[in-house]
């Protein structure tokens, strides 16, 4: 890598956040780079993660233990979630300092998501972001980041809903929204 890592940020109420993320992650797999995945409130098992996980063999980490959304969620469901994104952050910092020296990639799908929702501490990022690798790529994706993790980010990328098929009663479609 010519430079030091940079911060990406695409946030937004816009569908794609995870997408542009995962292309990302595959330009720079197809440049040589060392990639993880982490999902945040998520399972792992969409389409785009099978590619990644199955077909490239790039390691994705997610959990999720209920079916509901963060407001949706019981009390008992939320604490799960919290241990759940905990050990997921725990393998993916063992991660960065195991992969270190090789031009690599870190991507947190929906960790502005989990921090809005309470379900993981914004301070663990934002210490995170100041005291990373410097040679270590970050993408962060979720709708909207504070102003903290905005400052933080090289790249910022706001997708912005326009229209969706959603809100004409059409459910979301495998392998077009997940």
């Not at 914004?122 to 995170?128: D, G, H, N, P, V």
Request: hydrophobic residues 40%; glycine residues 10%.
């Amino acid at each position: 890598m010519s430079s030091a890592g940079q911060v990406h940020l695409y946030y937004g109420d816009g569908k794609g956040k995870t997408t542009a993320s995962v292309g990302l992650a595959v330009r720079a797999f197809g440049a040589g780079f060392n990639v993880q995945v982490v999902q945040f409130l998520k399972d792992g098992c969409s389409s785009e993660m099978a590619v990644l996980r199955d077909r490239l063999g790039i390691s994705v980490l997610a959990e999720k233990v209920t079916h509901h959304m963060s407001f949706a969620m019981s009390e008992d469901e939320k604490s799960l979630t919290r241990e759940c994104h905990e050990r997921i952050w725990e393998k993916a910092m063992d991660w960065v300092g195991q992969a270190a020296g090789a031009d690599r990639i870190l991507i947190l799908d929906e960790i502005i998501g989990a921090i809005e929702a309470g379900l993981f501490p914004e301070e663990k990022l934002i210490s995170f972001l100041d005291h990373r690798p410097p040679d270590l790529e970050v993408v962060l994706t979720g709708r909207n980041p504070s102003a903290s993790v905005m400052e933080r980010s090289d790249y910022r990328s706001q997708i912005i809903c326009d229209g969706h098929p959603y809100n004409k009663g059409i459910p979301a479609r495998d392998g077009i929204e997940f």
